[in-house]
C-alpha cells in the first residue's frame, strides 16, 4: 500500500469486520445466558461447550476444503509466532467484549472453537490455550499439541467431557 487513499477503504473495512465480531460476541453470550438461565449452570455451559464445538467442527471442515478461518483483519491487533513456536495473540476483539460486559467465564466458553476447529482439519493435533485473552489474560498463547485416543473419542462422540479438549479453559474458573 503506497497511496495514502488505499487507507481508508482498509480503514473502514477493519472497523466493518470489528462490528461483525462484536454482534458474534455479543450473540455468543446471549444464547450462552439462555441456556444457562434455562437449564442450569452444569448443564448450560455443557450444551455452550457442545454447541461451539459442532461450530469449530463446521470451521474446520470449511477449511479442510479450502476456506478461510479467520479474516486478515479486525479480529485482533496482533497474531505472531515466538520463538518457542506457540502462537500468540494479542488485542482480541472478542475478549474486549467480553470484558465489557463482565462476562469473561461466559465468554471464555466461545474458545473452545480452537481445539474443535482444529481436530476437524486434523484429529491427530489440536488447539489449545496456554493463556487465554477472554480468561483475563493479557494475551492467548496457543500451541499445537497431538491428541490422545480419549482426546479423539470424547470429540467424536460428542460426549460432555469435551471441556476436556481445551484444560486452561475450565481450570481459570474453578471455584
Known amino acids: 500500500m503506497n497511496d495514502k487513499s488505499e487507507l481508508i477503504p482498509l480503514k473502514i473495512a477493519i472497523e466493518e469486520v470489528e462490528v461483525a465480531i462484536t454482534r458474534l460476541a ?3 453470550l446471549s444464547f450462552s445466558k439462555v441456556l444457562i438461565d434455562e437449564l442450569g449452570e452444569s448443564k448450560g455451559k455443557e450444551l455452550v461447550i457442545k454447541s461451539i464445538v459442532e461450530y469449530g467442527c463446521r470451521i474446520g471442515e470449511l477449511v479442510k476444503k479450502g476456506g478461510r478461518d479467520l479474516p486478515k483483519f479486525g479480529v485482533h491487533e ?3 509466532q515466538n520463538d518457542k513456536g506457540e502462537f500468540i ?3 482480541c476483539k472478542l475478549a474486549k467484549v467480553f470484558k465489557q460486559y463482565d462476562e469473561l ?3 471464555s466458553l466461545y474458545c473452545f472453537v480452537d481445539p474443535a476447529k482444529s481436530m476437524a482439519s486434523d484429529e491427530s493435533q489440536k488447539i489449545i490455550h496456554k493463556t487465554c485473552e477472554a480468561c483475563g489474560d493479557d494475551k492467548c498463547t496457543l500451541v499445537i499439541v497431538p491428541t490422545t485416543e480419549t482426546d479423539r473419542e470424547i470429540f467424536n462422540k460428542r460426549t460432555g467431557e469435551l471441556k ?3 484444560p486452561y479453559l475450565i ?3 474453578k471455584k
Open 26 to 28: 455479543l450473540m455468543h
Open 78 to 80: 496482533d497474531v505472531f
Open 89 to 91: 495473540v494479542k488485542g
Open 105 to 107: 467465564e461466559l465468554g
Open 164 to 166: 476436556e479438549l481445551n
Open 171 to 173: 481450570k481459570k474458573f
